[in-house]
């Protein structure tokens, strides 16, 4: 499709090929089959459609890329899927849910997703750009690990009507914060290298989790009976409420304690530990 200007919009190329074998005397050895190929879906101006409860969806067999400078925009649902997703635009749905399935990669530009959900089911790479996540009226959950390689580029979740649950994050020294007052689930280690780690709302540990980063800040709770959590911070480790399997610090920095420490098995602190609150 093309734009009002005649830009192609996108484009979609397609391959069907239908075959049978037979002998030509009516007898018949392999019935009719049909084979398609689908491949590249590229968008290559901004997409947009803010009618009420308009959705958009998109499916490639081979690479979605929504190219530089481009960007969609609609109230309703936004799917996108292919066997990568390559985003050089921003994404935005008004009233509804963004899905995307695929591996997804940012190029181009800082990338901002904002959906009232977002779901992404695969693993989300960048060498050189930041990326923002914004649920507006839901939650946001994130399949599989997300890595931004490049110094300084930041990692930011923000839902402010449903929890966030997300892997492994990591990024080069740049800040990742997270923020949901419905709950954090961390299913994966998170790694910001020298910058902040924040996390605004209570954070529940589906797995065993290690805190890289420079200051450490849990502002809600943490719980999690089956998993430990360990912080690597070289300046200061905040924490309220803890309730988890095992608790440990490293070496660098101080830990600041707002609430009662309670583990299953052992607590070790390798640096300072600073009482702001009556702890147990």
């Known amino acids: 499709s093309r734009t009002g200007a005649g830009r192609v919009r996108e484009s979609q190329l397609r391959s ?19 084979i398609q190929l689908t491949r590249d879906i590229t968008f ?13 969806t998109a499916t490639a067999g081979g690479d979605l890329t929504v190219s530089s400078g481009a960007s969609i925009q609609v109230d309703g649902d936004l799917t996108l899927s292919g066997s990568s997703i390559v985003l050089q635009g921003n994404l935005n749905s008004a009233a509804g849910q963004v899905q995307l399935t ?16 977002v779901v992404i089911g695969n693993a989300i790479s960048s060498a050189q750009r930041a990326l923002s996540i914004t649920a507006t009226n839901g939650g946001i959950t994130l399949g599989g690990n997300v890595g931004l390689s490049q110094s300084g580029d930041t990692l930011a979740l923000s839902a402010t009507g449903g929890a966030i649950s997300a892997k492994a994050l990591t990024t080069d020294d740049g800040a990742i914060t997270l923020n949901s007052a419905s709950g954090l689930t961390l299913a994966g280690n998170v790694d ?7 996390f605004t709302g209570p954070v529940t540990l589906g797995a065993d ?13 943490v719980s999690g009976s089956a998993h430990g959590l360990s912080l690597l ?25 707002q609430g009662n420490v309670t ?18």
């Open 263 to 280: 583990t299953s098995s052992d607590q070790r602190y390798g640096n300072a530990v600073i009482a702001a609150a009556d702890v147990i």
């Open 102 to 117: 695929g591996p997804v990669a940012l190029q181009g530009q800082d990338i901002t997703i904002a959906g009232a959900s």
């Open 44 to 56: 290559k101006d901004a997409v947009t459609n803010t009618t009420a409860g308009t959705s958009l």
């Open 233 to 257: 911070g070289t300046g200061t480790q905040s924490l309220k409420a803890v309730n988890v399997a095992s608790l440990s610090t490293g070496s660098a920095g101080s830990t600041v304690l």
């Open 192 to 198: 910001s290298g020298s910058a902040a780690s924040h």
């Open 209 to 221: 989790v290690q805190v890289t980063a420079g200051n450490i800040t849990f502002d809600g709770s």
């Open 16 to 34: 069907r090929v239908r075959w049978r074998v037979h002998d030509g005397k009516g007898g018949e050895y392999v019935p009719q089959n049909t």
